[in-house]
């Protein structure tokens, strides 16, 4: 069974760096791309960026890059999402999905919430 | 602004049938194939559509997908109350190169 597991949410301060995780099992993790998606609350659904776990490369939604980083370790099949520098802005639900060849997403972690307040 | 563009809501009686659409470009759904998701409340998404209008399995024949042109639409017939959810379109965008959402449509079923 494909499954992704994401870490459990976080409550963090304004300027706090965050990492959070995951992990991906029941398939060849390096085979599909990683995207994560952003809900902001009571909003919809954003792309924030992807990675292929193959090779490391990254495509970032502009409005993302530069404040976000997204990695892998295929060692131990788990993608990423880092900030260094928390905003109150960043407080969301964070998804990661697994991509089929299409693009199309048929595996979703179960979420994790980030609340960023001082 | 969302790049693909939804209704914010749908509604209808259980039995009915509803459409939700999704209007997109030439860079986008033009050239590339869409997935629609539905979010039920407090659950993560679910995809529901893979190339226009192909349905994972599990997913009842209810519901239907189409693409023409520089839109799609999702219908569902003999609407459920389980159905009440929020449903998005998504496509790859060759501008943007990167996944475009739609800003997503509140279904209720009254």
């Known amino acids: 069974e494909v499954q992704l597991v994401q870490s459990g949410a976080e409550v963090k301060k304004p300027g706090e760096s965050l990492r959070i995780s995951c992990k991906g099992s029941g398939y060849r993790f390096t085979n599909y791309w990683i995207s994560w998606v952003r809900q902001m609350p009571g909003k919809g659904l954003e792309w924030m960026g992807r990675?292929?776990?193959?090779?490391?490369?990254?495509n970032y939604n502009p409005s993302f890059q530069g404040h976000v980083t997204i990695s892998t370790d295929k060692s131990i099949s788990t993608a990423y999402l880092q900030w260094g520098s928390l905003k109150a802005s960043d407080t969301a639900i964070y998804y990661c999905?697994?991509?089929?060849?299409?693009?199309?997403?048929?595996?979703w972690g179960q979420g994790t919430l980030v609340t960023v307040s001082s | 602004q969302s790049v693909l563009t939804q209704p914010p809501s749908a509604s209808g009686t259980p039995g009915q049938r509803v459409t939700i659409s999704c209007s997109g470009s030439?860079?986008?759904?033009?050239?590339?194939?869409v997935n629609w998701y539905q979010q039920l409340p407090g659950t993560a998404p679910k995809l529901l559509f893979y190339?226009?209008?192909q349905r994972p399995s599990g997913v009842p024949d209810r519901f239907s997908g189409s693409k023409s042109g520089t839109s799609a639409s999702l219908a569902i017939s003999g609407l459920q109350s389980e159905d009440e959810g929020d449903y998005y379109c998504a496509a790859w965008d060759e501008s943007l190169n990167g996944l475009v959402f739609g800003g997503g449509t509140k279904l209720t079923v009254l």
């Open positions: 990675i292929d776990p193959s090779d490391s490369s990254i």
């Open positions: 190339t226009n209008n």
């Open positions: 030439s860079s986008n759904i033009g050239i590339n194939t």
């Open positions: 999905a697994r991509h089929n060849v299409d693009i199309a997403m048929p595996g």
